[in-house]
Nanobody
Framework: QVPLVESGGGSVQSGESLTLSCESY????????MSWFRQVPGKEREAVAA????????FYDASVRGRFTVSRDNGQSTMYLQMNNLKPEDTARYFC??????????????????????WGQGTQVTVSS
């Protein structure tokens, strides 16, 4: 079974909103650090947001701060990404990632994709102008 499953992607107009969900299963549930990454074909994967287990730590990339909100429902082992005021440059495939390390959700590590153990298969977000 795939440990993380994303949903909620789609095609929208600039300025509209979408909410992505990431469901975690079994051994991945209640991971200490869960994050959203995105990638455009031919470009490097970039970190979008991260959230600690108790939501006590939250990080955002500067490009989405103020427009995106990350949250998690630990009872459902689900993480969300509320995306408002979407722009064409937000177009990408969005992936969720998780790791049980208690040292990953820090200001100097959360954005390092190589440190995450579990990944989903992604959901496509397309924003047209």
């Amino acid at each position: 079974q795939v440990p993380l499953v994303e949903s909620g992607g789609g095609s929208v107009q600039s300025g509209e909103s979408l909410t992505l969900s990431c469901e975690s299963y079994a051994y991945v549930a209640r991971s200490n650090c869960m994050s959203w990454f995105r990638q455009v074909p031919g470009k490097e994967r970039e970190a979008v947001a991260a959230i600690g287990l108790g939501a006590e730590t939250i990080f955002y990339d500067a490009s989405v701060r103020g427009r995106f909100t990350v949250s998690r429902d630990n009872g459902q082992s689900t993480m969300y990404l509320q995306m408002n005021n979407l722009k064409p440059e937000d177009t990408a495939r969005y992936f969720c990632a998780a790791d049980k390390s208690s040292f990953l959700c820090t200001v100097d590590r959360w954005y390092r994709g190589s440190r995450y153990t579990y990944w989903g298969q992604g959901t496509q977000v397309t924003v047209s102008s």
